[in-house]
């Protein structure tokens, strides 16, 4: 091997002596990411003679060099990468020299990889910015740059990789470098280095090169091992974000979780964001014993004098010092979902250790990764980025994410397939309605729904155009108010008379439009009314919104099921026909999706009864779920 491999103990003393830096490197696709970082790993001594040979024996497989090692596939490790010359997955690989210890990342150049370049820049201290100094600053060099910047880095490296390619030339490097500045002014980087150099030879990567006389800065090792970017968490104000209720016994309780930023002692005072409690920490426990102190990237537990209500998700902070609370924020969102976002929608969002339900409100812009010119949209594709403003369902404790990394960065998440829809970074919270605060009723809900003998509930009547929805549920209404019962038909075209009439029938538009219903409706259950809503609303996650807007047991979900053949053959208004004919866009079951309900509580087939039947029905599910009284 090329080094003799040190014993555990003096490895890990080592370790303990020298500061970590951790970077990635980023860039367009093919230039040379992998190769980089292998001749890194290859230069170090840290390729052991079974990694060796079985590079060479790939090498011959998968390689690109020819006979020559292709470093590459020391951190392309997916049989599909190797097979493909690509990097799809984020690769850490760990290496030291005698002064640092790095982690380093390898970030996919592909654009549909990108939410996966932003995971690599999510906890790195630098970027390492590969371009070929063929091609120049391409698209996806200046979109790697740009989520670099959004994601809190401040230290670059413009890494001009295959320098030899273009027979080291300085006028080449020149312009690269030039061209590269002028874009990456607006960015906020605190400092960008830059470094001609060839991976594939080693010309200044780790040594220098007598190829390249006129580059007098550093080369790239020297550069990444003296780099000061040490971290300042430990200075700014404390936080810690509860993971988890430490009560193992009566005689013990504890609140656990990582330290964002700042130190914490014995003695200190601290405060819930959220709820304002104070109290003073009594002890900071760890598997090894209490500490005296604690700071920054410490997993702790902490114990408090005062019996305080702490729960997970909650931040400890000093007083003097707090986080922001609130349910509003603006922030820039990278969208890593092939779904559209859509303002409006129901996602969840996990800031730190919460979870909540969240709206993006509003899209303010998309930001052209090329001009970083500000474009209007409604909404937002795979791989864009926006500034908008989001709302949660309950108030967050945040700072911007200028201030702290941990607690202004979030996640959203998509309710349906809980896959990570989302990446966000909070810009400052949303002080709008400071001067307002709800005004207390005498009169309640339940004091309203007692004198109207009933329980007010929304009956959500959705399916096709056509399925027979406004006609049952406006012959539930006339049963219902047969019998004395308070009631208010929503329908949804004749709300588009007036309340909506701004709407359109995209699918932000349709998202919108179930929205505002959704509020209308809650102020009649507020007022005690049985409220039925006849809406195609056709998406599972908008439905769901408005089920989250009331009590348990004040929604109903009623599916009106009827084939889109039958629904087509009946066509009362002619729709089916002009959509069929290309004359009216974004038509649910033609041109539009339809999300069929998973679990209504109420499924009426049109087909196989009467209208007459499946009203009688729901004046049933009324009775039976105590909303009204039987007769």
């Known amino acids: 091997m090329h080094a003799p491999l040190p014993s555990a103990v003096a490895l890990a003393e080592s370790v303990a002596e020298k500061s970590l830096l951790r970077f990635l490197t980023c860039g367009s696709v093919d230039d040379g990411k992998s190769t980089l970082i292998g001749r890194l790993l290859y230069d170090t001594k840290l390729v052991f003679d079974d990694q060796l040979a079985a590079l060479e024996k790939d090498s011959r497989k998968h390689g690109t060099t020819g006979e020559a090692i292709d470093l590459a596939l020391l951190v392309d490790g997916l049989e599909a990468e190797r097979e493909q010359g690509i990097t799809i ?65 401040r230290h670059v490296v413009l890494a001009v990789n295959k320098i030899d390619l273009v027979d080291y030339r300085e006028d080449a490097f020149d312009a690269i470098e030039q061209a590269y500045r002028a874009f990456a002014a607006p960015l906020g980087f605190r400092e960008i280095t830059a470094i001609p150099l060839s991976a594939r030879d080693g ?5 220098r090169s007598d190829r390249l006389p006129w580059h007098k800065g550093p080369t790239l090792l020297e550069h990444l091992e003296a780099v000061d970017v040490e971290s300042d968490a430990t200075s700014k104000p404390f936080r810690l974000p509860v993971q988890w209720v430490n009560r193992p016994n009566l005689d013990f309780r504890g609140f656990a979780g990582t330290i964002s930023s700042g130190t914490v002692r014995p003695g200190d005072e601290i405060v819930v964001a959220g709820s304002g409690k104070t109290s003073r920490v009594a002890r900071i426990v760890t598997m090894d014993g209490d500490l005296a102190s604690a700071s920054a990237g410490d997993s702790v537990t902490l114990t408090l004098e005062d019996e305080v209500d702490i729960a997970r998700g909650d931040v400890l902070s000093h007083p003097a010092d707090r986080p922001e609370v609130s349910n509003q924020f603006a922030a820039r969102l990278i969208w890593m979902q092939d779904e559209r976002l859509l303002p409006g929608r129901s996602y969840l969002i996990k800031l730190a250790t919460r979870t909540v339900p969240a709206t993006v409100t509003s899209l303010k812009h998309k930001i052209d990764v090329n001009s970083l010119d500000h474009l209007a949209a409604r909404t937002l594709g795979l791989n864009e980025i926006a500034e908008v403003n989001v709302e949660t369902g309950a108030a967050l404790a945040f700072d911007p994410y200028a201030d702290n990394r941990e607690t202004g960065a979030f996640i959203v998440i998509d309710r349906e397939t809980n896959a990570t829809a989302g990446a966000g970074m909070i810009l400052h919270g949303l002080r709008r309605a400071t001067n307002i605060h709800r005004q207390a009723s005498s009169v309640d809900k339940a004091t309203r729904a007692r004198l109207k003998r009933q329980k007010p509930a929304i009956v959500w009547f959705t399916g096709l155009s056509a399925s027979g929805k406004s006609t049952i549920a406006n012959l539930v209404e006339v049963k219902l108010a047969a019998r004395g019962q308070h009631t208010m038909l929503l329908d ?31 102020l009649f259950v507020d007022a005690g009314v049985i409220t039925l809503c006849s809406f195609i609303s056709p998406f599972e996650s908008e439905r769901r919104i408005v089920r989250d807007l009331v009590g348990d047991g004040e929604f109903l979900e009623i599916f009106v099921d009827a084939p889109l053949s039958a629904c087509i053959a009946r066509d009362p208004k002619g729709l089916y026909k002009r959509a069929l004919a290309g004359e009216i866009p974004n038509f649910t079951g033609v041109s539009s999706p339809y999300e069929p309900p998973k679990a209504p509580e109420l499924t009426l087939l049109t087909t196989e009864a009467s209208v007459e039947e499946l009203a009688d029905r729901v004046v049933e599910a009324l009775e039976q779920r105590g909303l009204i009284e039987r007769v």
Do not use: W
Not at 203 to 207: G, I, P, S
């Open 492 to 522: 949804g075209d004749n709300v588009r008379f007036g309340l909506n009439k701004d709407l359109g029938f995209t699918d932000a538009d349709r998202v919108e439009n179930v929205r505002r219903i959704g509020e209308v409706a809650k």
């Open 203 to 207: 010309d200044n990567v780790t040594t």
């Open 89 to 153: 997955d984020v690769a850490y690989r760990y290496f030291a020299t005698a002064k640092r210890t790095f982690i380093v990342a390898d970030t996919p150049g592909h654009e549909q990889y990108t939410r996966n370049m932003a995971t690599g820049a999510s906890n790195a201290d630098l970027a390492v910015i590969l371009i070929d100094a063929r091609k120049g600053v391409l698209t996806q060099t200046k979109r790697h740059s740009f989520i670099c910047s959004l994601l809190g880095i």
